[in-house]
């Protein structure tokens, strides 16, 4: 069992930034690809960004140039530094990790952190 817990979200102005971060605890796992998802009301959950072990990135069109996913392998951490932060930033951001347990591949998913945008 792997438990993701999410960290840094909160309310902020247009303009402004955010950091989040999502560690992985557990036994026995390794970790491939992280990344940050995020929905807002009456919409589907869509990718922010993904970074794998090695660390590629791959971002979404709407955060390029602005958004920087991040990790520490050795923390099991990954990191969203949100800079420019717009009100259609606003969502719950969720961390998922693809995680490989005894050559098993699992996903695992944090219970998200709210992030609010103000205009």
């Known amino acids: 069992q792997v438990q993701l817990v999410e960290s840094g979200g909160g309310l902020v102005q247009a303009g402004g930034s955010l950091r989040l971060s999502c560690a992985a605890s557990?036994?026995?796992?390794?970790?491939?690809?992280m990344g940050w998802y995020r929905q807002a009301p009456g919409k589907q959950r869509e990718l922010v960004a993904d970074?794998?072990?090695?660390?590629?990135?791959n971002y979404a069109d709407s955060v390029k140039g602005r958004f920087t996913i991040s990790r520490d392998n050795a923390k099991n951490t990954v990191y969203l530094q949100m800079n420019s932060l717009k009100p259609e930033d606003t969502a719950v951001y969720y961390c998922?990790?693809?995680?490989?347990?005894?050559?098993?591949?699992?996903?695992?998913w944090g219970q998200g952190t709210q992030v609010t945008v103000s205009s």
């Open positions: 970074i794998t072990d090695d660390g590629s990135t």
């Open positions: 557990g036994r026995g796992f390794s970790i491939n690809t």
């Open positions: 998922k990790a693809n995680v490989n347990i005894r050559n098993r591949g699992y996903q695992y």
